[in-house]
């Protein structure tokens, strides 16, 4: 069930590189946000956000795992 899911074709390519894409975006995003108001000082995005976006990047990484490792063992 999760091996369907997980390589679910979407424009050729399996939903796990668009999830693990999607991760890797968000952290970086996350990264910004601390890095722009803390060193550069430019508060374009308020820091209240950095935690709210950790937790949407702590999310799709637990699910991309799932996904990931979830297809191998069930």
Do not use: D
Not at 17 to 43: D, E, P
């Amino acid at each position: 069930m999760i091996h369907s899911i997980a390589y679910y074709l979407i424009l050729g390519k399996p939903l796990i590189v668009y999830m693990g894409l999607l991760t890797f975006s968000s952290l970086l995003f996350t990264a910004f946000i601390s890095v722009s108001n803390v060193k550069f000082n430019y508060h374009v995005i308020p820091f209240k956000w950095h935690p709210r976006v950790a937790a949407v990047t702590i999310t799709l990484a637990l699910i991309h795992a799932t996904l990931g490792i979830g297809s191998y063992f069930f």
